[in-house]
């Protein structure tokens, strides 16, 4: 199992330019997430899905879009970059079920390092 | 709106034990998470708690209490490897609201 993946793991961008970051999962999970971190502080979610072909907003969603057309793919678009979107963009999933604590567990990806400038 | 109030940061020595309280302010709550952050990394599970009372997990244990709005996490025979951020999270159903975590240094 690879896990979660995304890609790419790298990006310089300019403002305005627009992208799309890949989130990947094998673990047939039905909840992902796409999270930002910026220096010093937490994760902000950014949008989420729970299932294929549904999304909603997270605590910071503007300037982003997303998509979930097939159950282990988790796309998250800029389409017009600013330089307040630098930061690094984590996704990660879950499984639906609430059995026990581990049942909790969100699965993150390592990570993509976006720079605009 | 929510709000997680945690240590921005904890030194302690190796082999010592560190306790990382959370309190929590939040519109709907269904359990209280912590993940584990290296630098650089990216964050790893730690513990769920739903119910009031201690999860005990090898070395890690977690604490709720859901009628004070007040966690934390304990680390015992605390390692150097153990040096890393440690975050709390409340569950919203749906997802997490993260707080802006606590570095812990481990020193010898």
């Known amino acids: 199992n690879a896990g979660v993946t995304q890609t790419p793991k790298f990006r310089v961008l300019k403002t305005g330019q627009s992208m799309t970051l890949l989130c990947a999962q094998d673990m047939n999970h039905e909840y992902m997430y796409w999270y930002r971190q910026d220096p010093g502080m937490g994760l902000r979610l950014i949008h989420y899905?729970?299932?294929?072909?549904?999304?909603a907003k997270g605590e910071v969603p503007d300037g982003y879009n997303v998509s979930r057309l097939k159950k282990q793919n988790f796309l998250l678009g800029l389409e017009s970059a600013a330089p307040s979107q630098t930061s690094v963009y984590f996704c990660a999933s879950r499984d639906a079920g609430f059995f026990s604590p581990s049942s909790y567990e969100q699965y993150f990806g390592p990570g993509t390092r976006l720079t605009v400038t | 709106g929510q709000s997680l109030e945690q240590p921005s940061e904890v030194t302690a020595v190796e082999g010592a034990i560190v306790q990382i309280n959370c309190t929590y302010q939040?519109?709907?709550?269904?359990?209280l998470s912590w993940y584990q952050q290296h630098d650089g990394g990216a964050p790893t599970f730690l513990s769920y708690?739903?119910?009031?009372g201690l999860e005990e997990t090898g070395r890690f244990s977690s604490f709720l209490s859901r009628s004070d709005s007040y966690g934390y996490l304990l680390l015992q025979e605390l390692q150097m490897k153990d040096s890393a951020s440690y975050f709390c999270?409340?569950?919203?159903?749906?997802?997490?609201?993260f707080g802006t975590g606590t570095r812990l240094t481990v020193i010898p």
């Open positions: 999270a409340v569950d919203g159903a749906n997802n997490l609201f």
């Open positions: 939040t519109s709907g709550f269904y359990g």
């Open positions: 708690n739903a119910l009031d």
């Open positions: 899905s729970v299932g294929e072909g549904t999304t």
